[in-house]
């Protein structure tokens, strides 16, 4: 096999570095998004909002992530993929800080837009460099760096609680871990791949509309983050209303739903590489849907909350394939995955409305169905993920992505 000259080559060891480089910035990024969803009902007392006005102004981060990604291609062939994450990635960690600031709702919708477009263009840029890595090590690592960010927003959650427990200021808070987040970003960058665009190399559309291959592979992870959405959000209602469980228990409906979430973004590494991304997310389709029917036909709360831990189970690796697959699909690998991340951002923005909309005029058990047929489509749509299983080229060399982009958001 012929090696691409257009196609930078790495050292094994440089190429270990980048994996935990790469981790370490899916941490930080899963931080910010945990320090900030512990506050926001501190949020809302300042800046004086209702309910509903809140509800409003949450849309925003998803409005504002869906428009930037497309910006992301273009930052990186300016720049290149190590600078354009370092910049991107502290945009997003110092947007922390905005959304305290803001004493009212139209300042509050202005500063959760800022804060979804940084969230969105760092989060293109880095799953493209995790593909890249992923490419080179010929092995998967996708599943993981999605855990890992599971794990950094366990720590931020976990931190914002105990602020808010204590009484602190939000705006002290959130400045003071933007700080630090910061900080731990910028040298994690430092270990990135530094891949960079070749002279003369036309730079890509800053605004376009995603690959046909994008839309295939993004709609099937708008099946998994709809279901995502719809459990994270509605499971504890769910047992409350429909199966008249105690609060205590109810809660516990989320918590299963995220743990089994955890647990299998850590390990489901080793199970795409010995079954491929095909067969994994179809078997996890296959659990995703009994989760779903245990859900919808369960006796009693128990059966319920099994069901629930099967749903979080099935679609947990959907979306770390959907991004892998994306990175290795056409000629333009950040294209491709900022198309993905549009669409799964999209299905996590109408996930709760869509099911709170469907049970007022049905039922919760009806809107559950939706998500169980959902989870039935993962098991019909899986093969469209084939390209995430193509890691080898002839001769066992580690495949490059496509020529024609830095391969990064």
């Known amino acids: 096999m012929t090696t691409d000259p257009a196609v930078p080559v790495f050292g094994t060891e440089q190429i270990r570095r980048a994996r935990y480089a790469i981790a370490a ?7 910010v998004t945990g320090s900030f969803a512990t506050r926001v009902p501190w949020i809302q007392d300042h800046a004086s909002v209702s309910a509903g006005q809140l509800g409003l102004a949450l849309a925003f981060p998803a409005v504002g992530a869906s428009l930037a990604m497309p910006l992301a291609s273009s930052i990186s062939h300016r720049f ?20 305290a600031l803001a004493p009212n709702l139209i300042t509050l919708c202005a500063a959760l837009f800022v804060f979804g477009a940084s969230a969105g263009m760092s989060d293109v840029a880095m799953n493209a460099l995790g593909v890249e890595v992923e490419n080179r090590l010929n092995k998967s690592i996708m ?25 602190t200021d ?23 791949l530094d891949l960079r665009s070749e002279p003369g190399e036309e ?24 279901a995502e959405g719809a459990s994270m959000d509605w499971s504890a209602v769910y047992l409350r209303d429909i199966m008249g469980s105690s609060a205590g228990l109810a809660a516990a409906s989320t918590t299963a739903f995220a743990l ?39 006796p009693g709360p128990a059966v319920a909350l099994c069901g629930f831990g099967l749903l979080g189970l099935g679609v947990a690796v959907v979306v770390p394939l959907a991004f892998a697959a ?28 869509a099911i709170g909309s469907l049970a007022e005029t049905t ?47």
């Open 170 to 192: 939000a705006r002290l808070h959130h400045t003071l871990a933007a700080l630090v987040l910061t900080t731990l970003g910028l040298v994690a960058c430092q270990g990135v």
């Open 203 to 226: 730079p890509p559309p800053r605004f376009t509309l995603p690959p046909k291959s994008a839309l295939v592979i993004g709609a099937v992870g708008f099946c998994a983050v709809f």
């Open 326 to 353: 994306a990175g290795r699909s056409g000629t333009n690998p950040g294209r491709a995955i900022a198309g993905v991340a549009t669409i799964t951002y999209t299905s996590g923005l109408i996930a709760p409305s």
């Open 143 to 167: 599943s993981g760096l999605h855990g890992m960010w599971s794990v950094g927003a366990l720590i931020g959650s976990a931190a914002g609680t105990v602020a808010a427990h204590i009484g």
């Open 260 to 298: 089994m979430m955890a647990i299998a973004r850590i390990s489901g590494d080793r199970i795409v590489d010995r079954f491929g991304a095909v067969r994994t997310v179809r078997a996890g389709g296959a659990l995703a849907t009994l989760g779903g029917l245990l859900v919808v036909l369960a």
């Open 80 to 99: 290149g993929a190590r600078n354009a994450l370092r910049g991107l990635l502290a945009l997003w960690t110092l947007a922390l800080t905005l959304p």
């Open 25 to 31: 910035v899916f941490t930080v990024h899963g931080a």
């Open 363 to 409: 039922s919760l058990l009806v809107s559950f169905g939706l998500v169980t047929a959902l989870a039935f489509g993962l098991v019909l749509g899986a093969g469209v993920l084939r390209s995430a299983d193509r890691k080898v080229a002839e001769g066992g060399v580690p495949q490059p992505a496509p020529s024609g982009s830095p391969t990064v958001g």
